[in-house]
């Protein structure tokens, strides 16, 4: 392939089934946000206006359940497109798909990368060379297993009170609301602070990384975000077979509208809640 035409092509990072999980998981998770604080923090002068907003209490407990359905369906569809790849890629095998190079495992090489970040912050070391995931994208990415499982169950159980305390002591209600509550303000405020940073506000990324969007990737940026993927790619003669068409301005634009709408909701919702922590917390 001619190197001009290599150039125009940029690296497919992201298959269309993963971009639309993460973008209706924005738009569930935005709406679980939005309708939970204003219930959490509903003595707040904000939190009563967004919910006449969304239809008053009842109408924002109807969106959050709706969300939260959703939320559990994109959980759902994600494990299954795991086994596939699993029998795809792996021959089957859970263990090679767990310890292979693309694992979503925390390995000793992570350890070596975080320790090699925080010395290239400090201009003490050379910058980490990063593979398909790094250190931040899987602590990010088990982030939601462990909200799945924390905050969607104890929100079943709020949900369906009468039938979970048949099997289950009632004061337990009493802590499933405590944890859900807490939890998803962890949640709200590392997502839209942390997970933000990490995507978005970096220097290299600044003020907006569409990859997730858009699955693709100039091939000047894979190879610097990415060097040790992308000569794995280049050894093995794969990179070529990964290449594809940027997507149209139109394009592009679309997805920067719905990517900014996200980033402001979430950045104006923290506000809020800090200002309901220091000047108005109960």
Known sequence: MKASKVRAL??????????????????????????????????????????????GFEGAGFIHRAAATVMF?????????????????????LWKMLTGPDSMLFTKKDLTEFIGSLKWFVGAGPRPHYGRWTYWEKFDYFAVFWGI???????????????????????????????????????TGFIFT??????????????????????????????RDKPAEYEGLVVAGKLEENLVWPYQRVVI???????????????????????????AYR
């Open 149 to 187: 499982f924390v905050i969607g169950s104890t929100g079943l159980m709020l949900w369906f009170p009468v039938f979970f305390t048949r099997v289950l002591p009632g004061w337990l209600i009493n802590v499933a609301t405590i944890i859900h509550s807490d939890e998803a303000l962890l949640a």
């Open 73 to 93: 369906g994109l959980f759902v569809v994600h494990l299954w497109d795991l086994n596939r790849i699993r029998r795809k890629e792996y021959g089957g095998s």
């Open 253 to 279: 634009r679309t997805f920067r509208v719905f990517a900014w709408t996200a980033l402001a909701l979430g950045t104006f919702l923290v506000l809020l809640i800090i200002y309901a922590m220091v000047f």
């Open 10 to 55: 940029q690296f497919r990072r992201f298959t269309r089934l993963n971009r639309t999980l993460h973008i209706l998981m924005i738009i569930s998770f935005i709406s679980l946000a939005l309708t939970g604080m204003t219930l959490k923090f509903s003595y707040t002068g904000w939190a009563s206006a967004l919910s006449r907003a969304l239809g």
């Open 194 to 223: 942390v997970h933000f940073f990490n995507t978005h506000l970096r220097p290299e990324k600044f003020p907006m990384d569409l990859v997730v969007f858009t699955g693709r990737m100039p091939l000047v940026e894979f190879r």
